[in-house]
């Protein structure tokens, strides 16, 4: 088993940012890559963005290039999620899950945190 405890949401203004945290403990070697999921309200959970575990692979929704980062301290067991220039539609729950191998599906990630609300006010 793999456990994922996300934190770091909160509110800010839009053009802020804020940065995601997704602690991993467990069976973490079994995984590949971490990745993260966002579901604003009342609408699917989408993809973000995947790292691979060793940090040399990384991937993101085409929507998100450019605003959002993802970074993995493997010394922690933790992956990151920088966003930048946040704008109202980024708003909600931001879920990281983990995966084995490099998944860019939802029903490819075995393991999932309990998600972290993010809202941005325009």
């Known amino acids: 088993q793999v456990q994922l405890v996300e934190s770091g949401g909160g509110l800010v203004q839009a053009g802020g940012s804020l940065r995601l945290s997704c602690a991993a403990s467990g069976r973490t070697f079994s995984m590949s890559a971490m990745g993260w999921f966002r579901q604003p309200p009342g609408k699917e959970r989408d993809f973000v963005a995947v790292?691979?575990?060793?940090?040399?692979?990384?991937y993101y929704s085409d929507s998100l290039k450019g605003r959002f980062t993802i970074s993995i301290d493997n010394a922690k067991n933790t992956v990151y999620l920088q966003m930048n220039n946040l704008k109202p539609e980024d708003t909600a729950v931001y879920y990281c899950?983990?995966?084995?191998?490099?998944?860019?599906?939802?029903?490819?990630?075995?393991?999932w945190g309990q998600g972290t609300q993010v809202t941005v006010s325009s």
């Open positions: 790292i691979s575990w060793s940090g040399a692979h990384t």
């Open positions: 899950a983990a995966a084995s191998p490099m998944a860019y599906e939802r029903y490819e990630y075995d393991y």
